[in-house]
Each structure stands twice: as structure tokens, then as C-alpha cells.
T-cell receptor
């Protein structure tokens, strides 16, 4: 079974703080993703990575950065947290192969509140 | 880029009824269409998918249909049960052309009442 874990289920931070969200997968997947989930907006892609040290912007990268130093770990960084970044953050991973059509396996999510 | 629209945003049915969720996509080159289910407080999980070389796929009580000409695809759930209550997301992707990213719809909250 694929296991994707995230460092925190709930996080409360103050405006202007630097925030780190960590994601780890144990299936040797090449691809990793960060989404944010907001009511009525679905899952929006922030950043993704298809290899170690590689990163690509998704649809809403502003205010975020990422780091992938090891294959199993993908970090999302909020350089200076703002209240409009209060959201549910979901990490996902997928194999670079097409055996199952790039099924994405999601982590449990981190609910971030920025005060 | 690809854009996926999903309707309805909420859907309430009685147990035993059928439920249909519809999605349209904009990029005619998209060729893989998965559906994810997210139960309350849990992570999204893939429940069924369809590729562009088939028009319909069925797995027990759920089925997905694809109309490439009209660029829309639908999820059909028959004999709904309370455990089908969840948010369902459709998605589209163009496979086999370099790195691909899924584009998700905005989600449909399905409520099945006993």
C-alpha cells in the first residue's frame, strides 16, 4: 500500500511567519504534488515535482515555494504566511510510469489557519 | 491550458436512487479521465477512470461514460447507499506527452439520505 504522510494535521500560524509543510511518500514515486483545497474551488495545484531538485509551478504558485532534496520528501514553504493562505493543503504522489494512468495517492491533509 | 467544469456542486438523493455527476473539459487532446472520492475528513481516493479509447467503463454500482465529440464525461452511481455520501472530483489529463498534471473539477458534494 502506498503511504503518503504529512507532518501535521492541524497548524495555526501568525501572519508573516514562515511555514513549512512536509510530505513524505514511501513508494519511490517520481512525481509529487502540492494542492490546496477550498470549498467551491476544488483541488488547485500549487507546485509539483517530477524528480529530485526539479520543480514546476502549478496554477497558483504565488506566495509559495517548494523543495525536493530527496525523492521521498516534498516540502511546501510559505515564505510569509497571510490570512488568505488559510486552507487545507494536500500532498500527493504518483509513479512516473503509466501502468495505472498516473493515479495520484494523497496524504491526509494539513489544515492551516493563519491568524 | 485544460479547464474542467463540474456540475452540480451539490446533489441530494434518497437511498436506492441513481446519481449522475457531469464534467466537461476544454482540451480535446486530453485522453485520461479519473474520478476521485473524498469522504468527510479523509483523503481523496481514485474510484474509477476511463481512457479516451473507450466510451464506457463499469465497476459494480459505478460507471463512467465519455463523449469525446462533446468533450464531456459523467459518473453514474446506481442504487446509492449512505456510504456513497462524499465529495466527488472529476479530472482530466493528457497522457504520454511529457510530464502531465491532472486538472480537477470543483467537486460535487453527494448526500445520500436513508
Amino acid at each position: 500500500d502506498v503511504k503518503v504522510t504529512q507532518s501535521s494535521r492541524y497548524l495555526v500560524k501568525r501572519t508573516g511567519e514562515k511555514v513549512f509543510l512536509e510530505c513524505v511518500q514511501d513508494m519511490d514515486h517520481e512525481n509529487m504534488f502540492w494542492y490546496r483545497q477550498d470549498p467551491g474551488l476544488g483541488l488547485r495545484l500549487i507546485y509539483f515535482s517530477y524528480d529530485v531538485k526539479m520543480k514546476e509551478k502549478g496554477d497558483i504558485p504565488e506566495g509559495y515555494s517548494v523543495s525536493r532534496e530527496k525523492k521521498e520528501r516534498f516540502s511546501l514553504i510559505l515564505e510569509s504566511a497571510s490570512t488568505n493562505q488559510t486552507s487545507m493543503y494536500l500532498c500527493a504522489s504518483s509513479s512516473g510510469q503509466h501502468r495505472r494512468g498516473n493515479e495520484q495517492f494523497f496524504g491526509p491533509g494539513t489544515r492551516l489557519t493563519v491568524l | 491550458g485544460e479547464n474542467v467544469e463540474q456540475h452540480p456542486s451539490t446533489l441530494s438523493v434518497q437511498e436506492g436512487d441513481s446519481a449522475v455527476i457531469k464534467c466537461t473539459y476544454s482540451d480535446s487532446a486530453s485522453n485520461y479521465f479519473p474520478w476521485y472520492k473524498q469522504e468527510l475528513g479523509k483523503r481523496p481516493q481514485l474510484i474509477i477512470d476511463i481512457r479516451s479509447n473507450v466510451g464506457e467503463k463499469k465497476d459494480q454500482r459505478i460507471a463512467v461514460t465519455l463523449n469525446k465529440t462533446a468533450k464531456h464525461f459523467s459518473l453514474h452511481i446506481t442504487e446509492t447507499q449512505p456510504e456513497d455520501s462524499a465529495v466527488y472530483f472529476c479530472a482530466a489529463i493528457k497522457m504520454n506527452t511529457g510530464f502531465q498534471k491532472l486538472v480537477f473539477g470543483t467537486g460535487t458534494r453527494l448526500l445520500v439520505s436513508p
